[in-house]
């Protein structure tokens, strides 16, 4: 099994910073990608960002410029480091990974969620 567990959400003021962070565990053989996604209440999961095994980020437009993926191999975690907040990023955050856990098979895991609200 592989399990994500997100860490880093939280109350930040309009303008702000807030660093998300995501760490996979469990049996992973490979990650071939990890990224965030987001979900504000009765509205559809969007993508905010996402990065693949070999450094290729993808970031919805909305953030580009102000929000930051990265991620550590050694450590199987990505962040997302987001600046700028704006009242319309409050959201719960959710990390994905698509990994591989043995040969030929994989799957998509989803973290627990994180909230962040952008408010003064």
């Known amino acids: 099994q592989v399990q994500l567990v997100e860490s880093g959400g939280g109350l930040v003021q309009p303008g702000g910073s807030l660093r998300l962070s995501c760490a996979a565990s469990?049996?992973?053989?490979?990650?071939?990608?990890m990224g965030w996604y987001r979900q504000a209440p009765g509205k559809q999961r969007e993508l905010v960002a996402s990065?693949?095994?070999?450094?290729?980020?993808d970031y919805a437009e909305s953030v580009k410029g102000r929000f930051t993926i990265s991620r550590d191999n050694a450590l199987n975690t990505v962040y997302l480091q987001m600046n700028s907040l704006k009242p319309e990023d409050t959201d719960v955050y959710y990390c994905?990974?698509?990994?591989?856990?043995?040969?030929?098979?994989?799957?998509?895991?989803w973290g627990q969620g994180t909230q962040v609200t952008v408010s003064s």
């Open positions: 990065i693949t095994s070999g450094g290729s980020m």
């Open positions: 994905y990974g698509r990994i591989y856990y043995s040969p030929g098979r994989w799957n998509e895991y």
């Open positions: 469990g049996t992973i053989l490979h990650i071939v990608a």
